[in-house]
């Protein structure tokens, strides 16, 4: 078995789970690559066989198609399995009244319910093991609801992957599992040709490269962060954010209401 074990990617093929694999191959891991289009995946696992000594399987599977997604899960069950990096998802633009409800749909089948069975698959083993990363790939709009702009329901799916790397870490960190919630901004992807938005229209000072994006969240992950955004200047600013949630919390839930619900 390889020294540092096997990261499973999803999204492999493009972007930014392409950029996982390329660094996760260059830190030692061995990969198994998960996407649909097949041709994609033996092009990126060639590049990566020819640049690295690591191995690397293609796993071909559509993730909103529930044989496929089993598929993916018995790979997962493998004890050769170190890391998961559940980063597979799509941004169906436009609002929930104008979203074709399949459409809708599939955005959840694999942003929400793929991202989350497969943490199902592989975190038994983990506790057995005693070690393993799950990184989920959400997005700085998961914080950010209630700018408008960005569809609500890809918002919501990225606040879901947040919410659950959260409730993940405290279930499963005494077990030796670290779960890490990485939020990219804008990153230069094809994500946005896919959702009708010009990239060169956006603000080039705002948009991130894929690599940078990553290495900075696997660095975050060596540092023990939970939550990693990649372009955050100063730590101290999402450390105010979560004093702030701490704040809250005594007053969350009370036998009364507040004053101001009063007669
Ligand atoms: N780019 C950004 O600005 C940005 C910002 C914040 C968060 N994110 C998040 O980062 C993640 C990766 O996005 P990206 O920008 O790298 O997107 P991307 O370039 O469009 O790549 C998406 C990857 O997911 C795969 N995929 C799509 N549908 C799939 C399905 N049904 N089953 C299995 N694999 C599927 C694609 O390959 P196939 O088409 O061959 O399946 C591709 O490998 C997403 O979760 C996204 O929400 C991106």
Sequence with gaps: ?????VALITGASAGIGAAYAAILAARGYDLVLVARDHVRLEAASAALRGSTDVAVEVLPADLTRPADLRRVERRLLRDDI???????GIAVPGRLVDMPPDR?????????????????AVAPGFVARGRGDIINVGSVVGLN??????????TASKAY???????LQNELGRAGVRVQAVLPGMTRTEIWEK??????ALAADRLMGAEVMVEAALRGLDLGERVTIPSLPDIADWLSFMAAREALRPNLSRSEAADRYGD
């Design 104 to 120: 809708l749909e599939a955005m959840l089948l694999l942003n929400v319910l793929a991202s989350t069975r497969l943490a199902r």
């Design 145 to 154: 609801a209630d700018r408008p702009g960005i569809s609500a329901v890809y």
């Design 195 to 200: 959702a009708n938005i010009d990239i060169d």
């Design 82 to 88: 170190s890391v998961l990096v559940n980063n597979a």
């Design 161 to 167: 992957l947040l919410a659950l790397s959260e409730g």
């Design 1 to 5: 078995m390889p020294e540092k074990g």
